[in-house]
């Protein structure tokens, strides 16, 4: 894959490279799937709401508790 990135031009090679680091979390394909819709859904009507982005990275899993981490 990596032979197939360099053909791309350098900005769209960026937003690739973010787009699969940004999903590397999501492990099955229902997961991916529903991250999918949901980021379709959000971005339908070209605003995005604060609990839309909520939304979006906990589908993400960027928005993870510790649950290791004691609670202050």
């Known amino acids: 894959m990596n032979f197939l990135l360099k053909l791309l031009p350098a ?3 960026a937003l690739l490279e973010l787009a699969l680091r940004i999903t590397a979390n999501l492990d099955t394909a229902e997961e991916r799937k529903k991250v999918a819709e949901l980021t379709k859904e959000v971005f339908k009507d070209g605003k ?3 609990g839309e ?6 589908a993400l899993g960027v928005f993870k508790i510790d649950e290791n981490k004691e609670a202050k």
């Open 48 to 50: 995005v709401s604060i």
């Open 11 to 13: 900005d769209k090679r």
């Open 53 to 58: 982005w909520a939304k979006l990275g906990s």
